[in-house]
């Protein structure tokens, strides 16, 4: 994928800097992790340092020091999800300051001025957000309806299509019938790039999957497709194999601060008393700063090290937050160099074996049906020489 500020190999895995800035690590941890696009709010740079530093200094990435791309979501749901006092109309969201309470209003045509003088490389469309166990079928469609008449408001407002990309946003909750009929109208926008909305807001896996892969099936070829708000490796695994190129979230990072580590075989709590005297890497199948040895150039860093450190040292949970972040960036690259290799299907039994140690039984049932719809038999009994 070619952005204004360089090239992005997919499938991808993008950070989360919220307020311009991945807790706990500097532009230069980050760009040394691989990560060349990272995600920023709209929202909160919209309300701080405000549009007229970021039009004064020259965009978010001078702002932050980052030299590579940004996208930006659009502001909207963070509006509605952390705000109780939000109210949804034609003209935009509706609400109460959380600095002073004074009532304000995003608008699609606020959201793309905001994204411009962010200066994202991609940026999102406003839509409507509703949560997808929601039971009101009918404030769902309209959602849906609304998200696509936004869309054109969008467009219309966009003052620098040459240089920042607009990627349109499919809703329709759980309605596979919905999510096809946005679909249809989305394309039809040709937006450079076109995301999946609405999801991880806690709907069943499978019916996770069933909207990502209807939504896969019906999309351009040649365009980037962005599930938004996905994070845990699984998810990620899956939803490639369904068709997926992009994924954002706060998990790695969040989880990262409570003393979790991100690993090939599994989260590990690390704040557990029997790790206390564990002497071995984070990740033994690591390659990152902090699990590379100090005869190999790396930390060093032991399981026992960081749970000494958690709740008492902010160390680390900066420690854990770089391992973390390089995993899921290194765990993309394995899943692009397997697709490249035309091995992908090898790929995804390998990374299911690890984490649940090859005891089929135990492999969640949502993945092993989602795959089995892309041809990857999960259950197939791998030999000897694959378990090694």
Same mark, same amino acid.
């Given at each position: ?8 190999? !997919? ?12 807790? @706990? ?20 740079? @919209? ?44 003209? @935009? ?67 620098y299509p040459e240089k920042q990309n607009l990627f349109c946003i499919i809703?329709?909750? !759980? ?27 806690g709907e069943e896996k499978a019916k996770y999957c069933s909207v990502v ?5 019906? !999309? ?47 989260? !590990? ?120």
């Amino acid at each position: 994928m070619i952005l204004p500020h360089g090239p992005v190999e !997919l499938p991808m895995f993008m950070p989360v800097a919220t307020q311009a800035s991945l807790k @706990g690590l500097t532009p230069e941890q980050l760009e040394s992790l691989g990560c060349r696009l990272c995600l920023n709010n709209t929202y909160h740079l @919209g309300l701080k340092p405000g549009q007229a530093t970021l039009d004064t200094i020259g965009g978010a990435h001078r702002l932050q020091s980052w030299n590579h791309n940004i996208l930006t979501d659009s502001g909207g749901f963070q509006m509605v999800s952390l705000l109780k006092l939000a109210k949804v109309t034609e003209e @935009g969201v509706k609400f109460l300051s959380p600095h002073d309470g004074t009532p304000m209003l995003l608008t699609p045509e606020h959201s793309m001025s905001l994204q411009n003088s962010i200066g994202s490389d991609i940026m999102m469309q406003l839509d409507d957000v509703i949560a997808t166990t929601s039971p009101d079928n009918e404030r769902i469609q309209e959602a849906m309806h609304r998200s696509i008449r936004w869309l054109d408001r969008c467009i219309e407002a966009h003052k620098y299509p040459e240089k920042q990309n607009l990627f349109c946003i499919i809703q329709g909750g !759980l309605d596979l019938d919905l999510r096809r009929q946005c679909v249809e109208q989305m394309v039809k926008r040709d937006t450079p790039g076109i995301a999946i909305g609405g999801l991880s807001g806690g709907e069943e896996k499978a019916k996770y999957c069933s909207v990502v892969r209807t939504c896969t099936e019906m !999309l351009p070829d040649m365009k980037p497709r962005y599930v938004m708000g996905v994070g845990y490796p699984e998810d990620l695994v899956v939803s490639v194999a369904l068709g997926a190129d992009m994924f954002d979230c706060v998990w790695p990072t969040r989880t990262a601060r409570f003393g979790n580590a991100v690993t090939s075989r599994g989260t !590990l709590n690390l704040r557990h008393a029997s790790y206390g005297t564990d002497f071995s890497p984070v990740d033994e199948d690591c390659d990152c700063l902090c699990c590379r040895s100090k005869e190999a150039g790396g930390l060093g860093v032991t399981k026992a090290y960081i749970h000494h450190l958690t709740g008492k040292e902010t160390a680390g949970a900066h420690i854990l937050t770089m391992h973390n972040v390089h995993y899921l960036l290194n765990l993309m690259r394995k899943a692009r160099k397997a697709i490249i290799a035309d091995t992908y299907p090898e790929f995804v039994k390998e990374f299911f074996g690890k984490i649940y140690k090859y005891k089929i039984s135990d492999y969640p049932d949502w993945a092993v049906e989602a795959l089995k719809t892309v041809g990857i038999d999960l259950q197939h009994v791998p030999s000897a020489s694959e378990c090694t």
